[in-house]
C-alpha cells in the first residue's frame, strides 16, 4: 500500500532553518508528483511546493520562492524541503502528498488524492 511519513519538524528561531523528508512507499515514484502542504489550525492547507518525480520539475508558492528549496532522491524515494530563513508565519502543520503526475499541476486537485502523509509541525518562534 502507498504510504508518506513526513518527519524533521520542531522548533526554530525565526531567521533559522529547518530541513522536512517526506518518505514514500508502496508506488513507483516516476509516476507521481509530490507536494509539501501547510495548514495553520484555523486556515486552509496550501500547498506550498512539488516536484515531478520523473523529470525534476518543481514549483513553488510565492510567500516561499528563495528561501524555500524542494528536492527528490528517487533511489531513496525521499522528497526534501529545505526551508531558511524562517518566518513565525512559516508556523504550520506540515504535510506531504502524492498524486499522479496527470493531475499535480493544479494545487486543487491534490485533495482529491487518498496519498496523504501524516504531519510534521514546524514552530517559528521570535
Known amino acids: 500500500d502507498v504510504q508518506l511519513q513526513a518527519s524533521g519538524g520542531g522548533l526554530v528561531q525565526a531567521g533559522g532553518s529547518l530541513r522536512l523528508s517526506c518518505a514514500a512507499s508502496?508506488?513507483?515514484?516516476?509516476?507521481?508528483?509530490i507536494a509539501w502542504f501547510r495548514q495553520d489550525p484555523g486556515k486552509f492547507r496550501e500547498g506550498i511546493s512539488r516536484?515531478?518525480?520523473?523529470?525534476?520539475?518543481?514549483a513553488y508558492r510565492d510567500s516561499v520562492k528563495g528561501r524555500f528549496t524542494i528536492s527528490a532522491d528517487s533511489a531513496k524515494n525521499t522528497v526534501y524541503l529545505q526551508m531558511n530563513s524562517l518566518k513565525p508565519e512559516d508556523t504550520a502543520v506540515y504535510y506531504c502528498?502524492?498524486?499522479?503526475?496527470?493531475?499535480?499541476?493544479?494545487?486543487?486537485?491534490?485533495?482529491?488524492?487518498?496519498?496523504w502523509g501524516q504531519g510534521t509541525l514546524v514552530t517559528v518562534f521570535s
Open positions: 508502496g508506488f513507483t515514484f516516476d509516476d507521481y508528483t
Open positions: 502528498v502524492a498524486i499522479q503526475s496527470l493531475y499535480g499541476g493544479d494545487w486543487s486537485n491534490y485533495f482529491m488524492s487518498n496519498y
Open positions: 516536484i515531478n518525480g520523473r523529470d525534476g520539475s518543481v
